[in-house]
């Protein structure tokens, strides 16, 4: 809020700089949107029946083709294995990397650049496209889709469990300092007390995740349950399609409900 200079009684919640810079962002927002809409390429005549179209899908699905269900069942616990094995192998991996992240544990800036800059390689491409890279060096199969994972998660626990170390309290730490201690005991007694409830919500948010994405990289020949979705859609069996889709929207229901009380019981 500002006194304008003419009337000390009027208030104007912005100064003209401010104004100025929220119309320049207005505009360029409207102007990214209707460049947006030209360049997809909306045809009108396709939005019509869309609503007819989606009804007509879903009643294909409806009732489910439940003779599909020991297909869907083996892939579906393939699913649970990948995930599983891929958020442990990225936590292992992650681990070491996030204490060279840590700007209170690391003093090289170097080690804490190449620390930094795995987590960004490894977030910034989709697990669609790592399964897509390991399926090309491993072959299709379920340990395509354990290294997709993994590398994809990289990034998501590491920078995270190295910003929880970073806000560690130093005072028991410069006191086991101050006592002699190794830096193996500094790292048990002083370090890990204060990160482990991070560790553990860092862990388990990552596996709920990796539940998700593993549903959907059999569609590129890296195994779980999109391996059965990949070959409903491909032979247009919209009875196995529907089974398969409900069975991973109440999978990933589930696993949501449990790591939430998990996550409330151990934090």
């Given at each position: ?10 208030w ?20 990214a ?17 869309a609503?007819e ?5 879903f ?23 990948i ?12 681990l ?12 090289n ?31 299709p ?6 290294f997709?994972i ?21 005072g028991p ?8 201690a190794p830096?193996?005991a500094i ?5 890990w007390?204060?990160a ?37 859609l491909?032979?247009?069996?919209w ?29």
């Open positions: 809020m500002m006194e304008t200079g003419n009337d000390p009684h009027v104007t919640r912005f100064t003209p700089a401010e104004r100025i810079g929220r119309s320049i962002v207005y505009i360029v927002c409207a102007i949107i209707i460049w947006s809409l030209q360049t997809v390429e909306i045809i009108p005549e396709f939005l019509y029946d609503p179209q989606t009804a007509d899908l009643a294909r699905m409806w009732p489910f083709d439940w003779k599909f269900w020991p297909m869907v069942w083996s892939t579906l616990v393939e699913t649970f294995h995930a599983t094995l891929g958020t442990i192998l990225a936590i292992l991996m992650a070491p990397l996030s204490f060279m992240a840590a700007r209170n544990f690391t003093t800036p170097i080690l804490r650049w190449v620390a930094q800059f795995i987590f960004v390689s490894s977030r910034s491409v989709n697990s669609l496209i790592w399964a897509l890279l390991f399926v090309a060096i491993f072959g199969g379920a340990l395509a889709g354990v997709s993994a590398v994809r998660s990289i990034g998501f626990v590491g920078k995270l469990f190295g910003e929880a170390l970073e806000e560690a309290h130093q730490i410069e006191a086991l300092t101050a006592t002699g830096r193996a790292l048990l007694k002083g370090y007390p204060q482990e409830p991070a560790f553990w919500s860092v862990a388990l948010l990552r596996w709920d995740i990796n539940i998700r994405e593993s549903a959907v990289l059999g569609l590129v020949g890296a195994g779980g349950i999109g391996v059965a979705l990949d070959a409903a491909n032979n247009l069996y009875d196995q399609v529907g089974l398969i889709l409900a069975t991973i929207f109440a999978v990933v229901v589930i696993t949501e409900i449990v790591t939430s009380f998990v996550r409330s019981r151990i934090i």
